[in-house]
């Protein structure tokens, strides 16, 4: 069945450094991919999605680009701040019966940023 | 944004009894929503879709007896653990998916979770 693999974590970053976490799927059909963020005591956020192949999803700095080639949609930040600290999940969506879709998680990946 | 809130955030119990959580959707209607399970340092799974008025429709291997899900109104679905054992002990989170018009919007909107301890 469908499956989302991403590094494993956590990842520890200074302040302003370069963020790369990896996101691979399998997937039968043509998935929606997303990233959703955890910030400590809050529910999942949307973070940003695609929806189709070569599409770039964009928010607060982090990017993603949906790579159908190599069933990846890695999510990237030039930048990160000590308020990116959070649990972040690559997910795809999936439709199921009756046409609901339903989303497919990875592990999560902590990062953890420090000043 | 939307919100959904989830009640209680914590909760502990005693082996063999049941527990319910809330789901609500405080500033939009939802007509689907998702219940998810998440075990220390893993990926959230899927236990069941809920549409409102309608029966839950529940992913393979989860026990629909044990886990019974109502969606009784557009801002409300609730999960109930019956019998409850240690092996229930999880994090529980559910999402909201707002329907607009003809096409779904695929974004979900997800609680903050409810940490189920069973002794």
């Known amino acids: 069945g469908d499956s989302v693999t991403q590094m494993e974590g956590p990842v520890t970053l200074s302040e302003e450094a370069f963020l790369t976490i990896n996101c691979t799927y399998t997937a039968t059909g043509y998935p929606s991919l997303f990233w959703y963020v955890q910030y400590p005591g809050e529910g999942l956020q949307l973070l940003l999605k695609?929806?189709?192949?070569?599409d770039k999803g964009s928010n607060k700095g982090f990017e993603a680009t949906y790579r159908k080639e190599t069933t990846s949609f890695h999510l990237e930040k030039g930048s990160v701040q000590v308020s990116d600290s959070a649990v972040y999940f690559c997910?795809?969506?999936?439709?199921?019966?009756?046409?609901?879709?339903?989303?497919?998680f990875g592990a999560g990946t902590r990062l953890a940023v420090h000043p | 944004g939307a919100v959904v809130s989830q009640h209680p955030s914590r909760v502990i119990c005693k082996s063999g009894t049941s527990v319910k959580i809330e789901c609500r959707s405080l500033d939009f209607q939802a007509t689907t929503m998702f219940w998810y399970r998440q075990f220390p340092k893993q990926s959230l799974m899927l236990m069941a879709t809920s549409n409102e008025g309608s029966k839950a429709t529940y992913e393979q291997g989860v026990e629909k007896d044990k886990f019974l899900i109502n969606h009784a109104s557009l801002t409300l679905s609730t999960l109930t653990v019956t019998s409850a054992h240690p092996e229930d002990s999880s994090f529980y989170i559910c999402?909201?998916?707002?329907?607009?018009?003809?096409?779904?919007?695929?974004?979900?909107?997800f609680g903050p979770g409810t940490r189920l301890l069973v002794l």
């Open positions: 695609a929806t189709k192949a070569d």
């Open positions: 999402s909201a998916r707002v329907a607009s018009g003809i096409i779904y919007q695929e974004t979900q909107y």
């Open positions: 997910a795809l969506s999936d439709p199921g019966a009756g046409g609901y879709n339903k989303l497919i």
